[in-house]
């Protein structure tokens, strides 16, 4: 085995999504992105094979040419570890946007800091602040 990429499937999103998560995570950028043309499966100009990095982690996605009885689950999440309270309060706002909040900001005991929502895409995000980042807030 080479490597394992994780792969999201989206219904006509996918673009916006992977910039929206580019803009908001530093060290991160769009690979590849390749769209589909006139005469093919898809809907043209949506994506049909694109591949961004998130802190040197690679993803693939598309836009599904087929509509599915499915989509994301919040069973399979994205966890964001933060290293200051500014940080993880920017990503949380940023990614609520037109999402769901599954748990708010808040001290559950396992964390001193942690959110958990489901952002505008159907992507679910668990946003923690590292032990030292909440140490670094004191």
């Known amino acids: 085995m080479t490597k394992?990429?994780?792969?999201l499937m989206f219904q006509g999103?996918?673009?916006k999504a992977m910039n929206t998560y580019i803009?908001?995570?530093e060290d991160s950028e769009m690979k590849s992105l390749v769209r589909y043309g006139a005469d093919e499966q898809g809907k043209k100009g949506s994506v049909k094979h694109g591949v961004f990095s998130l802190k040197g982690q690679e993803?693939?996605?598309?836009?599904?040419?087929?509509e599915h009885d499915f989509?994301?689950?919040?069973?399979f999440s994205m966890f964001l570890t933060c290293d200051t309270e500014a940080e993880?309060?920017?990503f949380y706002q940023e990614l609520a946007r037109g999402g769901e909040v599954l748990m708010p900001l808040g001290d559950y005991g396992f964390s001193q800091k942690f959110g958990w929502i489901?952002?505008?895409?159907?992507?679910?995000?668990?946003i923690d602040l590292s032990s030292s980042g909440s140490k670094k807030n004191a």
Not at 59 to 66: H, K, L, R, Y
């Open 4 to 7: 394992v990429t994780p792969f």
């Open 13 to 15: 999103h996918a673009e």
């Open 23 to 25: 803009s908001l995570i």
């Open 59 to 66: 993803f693939m996605c598309i836009d599904s040419p087929v």
């Open 71 to 75: 989509t994301f689950t919040p069973s």
């Open 88 to 90: 993880i309060d920017r």
């Open 118 to 126: 489901v952002d505008q895409f159907g992507i679910s995000w668990q």
